[in-house]
């Protein structure tokens, strides 16, 4: 069983190399965060699978929460930080039409 | 009576988190909870309403309806990413459309359940306006055909 | 019980790769958010789901006393969590990518 969880762990971390390209030649900022979110969901499964090899489960599982959590946060924060500033591609049809006071 | 509901739930969660049941770890936990609830004890629990029970129970019936579709469509999205002829059979596009739900609650209910279901995204509501952004066609008929809507309208009893 | 845990891992995988690769290859911004959006929260939830049974069988001192009932629920905490927070989190960015005017991708070219 500890067999099937290294390799798991391992397949994981190589989708964490496919992600990086994403966050490396993201065209746009938006891309490159929701790359880093997807990350960091794969690092959550991924430590949880090193408490299993580890037989540290009861430790690893608190990191894993706050990982978790501060991978949540982190996202809404670069979020609202990118939306505040409105500065991408100014003159868009959508980026008016908002502008307007559609909402 | 919120507050003390509050309270409960929040000392109960301590108590699972810290995984020890002495008198050390209960009397930090009474202490935290106590100034949490102080601070924003009235987040959790908006308003009393009367019939909450009758929704609670149908919507325990609404999820395993809501994980049937949520893998049903998972799958659609992981045949198309998978798929070589993947440029062909994707078709992106923003949609409005109106819908019928008047509370506010089964409106947030409604948008949380779209952009579970992989290949919708609700992006904006403004009044009763939705925006979607959906990604294959199959999808965007499957949602306009209303049927999601009906669910959630008889778990908030508005059909 | 581990034919569960296996087979419940192995989904999880699955669908990471799967939105992993959808992340790479889709034509946009928002098309990449369905597949890393909506793949991620099914495959996390699966993997994680799948060791909350093993921990339940096979953690703590040999399965089924409290410590690794209490672990199984942790981690079931984190299930859960990922299930609210995931769908929220692209909520978000969906929204700071139309306000701040990232034009959508069609297939007739822009409109």
Known sequence: MDVFFLYSSLILCFLVLLCLYRVVFGPTVMDRIISVGAIGNKTTATLLLMGMIYGRVEMFVDIALAYALLNFIATLGAAKFFRVRKSILPGSKYFQERKKGVS | ?159 | MEIVTIIFVSGGLFFFFAATIGLLRFPDFYARMHATGKGDTLGGFLIVLGLAVYNLFHGGHGGFDLASILTSVKIIFIAVFIFLANPTATHAVFKAGLDSGVVPWTKEGSR
């Open chain 2, 1 to 159: 009576m919120r507050l003390i509901a509050t309270f409960i739930i929040l000392f109960v969660f301590w108590m699972v988190m810290a995984g020890k049941f002495d008198l050390f770890h209960a009397s930090l936990g009474i202490i935290s909870c106590l100034i949490v609830t102080f601070l924003s004890g009235d987040l959790l629990f908006k308003e009393s309403r009367k019939g909450r029970g009758k929704e609670v129970v149908r919507f325990i019936t609404y999820i395993p309806w809501l994980i049937y579709q949520i893998i049903l469509a998972n799958f659609h999205v992981a045949r198309l990413a998978l798929s070589p002829k993947m440029s062909e059979l994707i078709n992106p596009q923003l949609i409005r459309f109106k819908v019928n739900l008047k509370s506010d609650i089964s409106k947030v209910t409604f948008a949380n359940s779209i952009t579970l279901t992989p290949g919708t995204i609700t992006a904006d509501i403004v009044g009763d306006e939705y925006l979607v952004h959906g990604i294959s066609q199959p999808v965007i008929d499957d949602l306009l055909s209303g049927d999601m809507e009906q669910r959630v309208a008889h778990v908030f009893s508005e059909d």
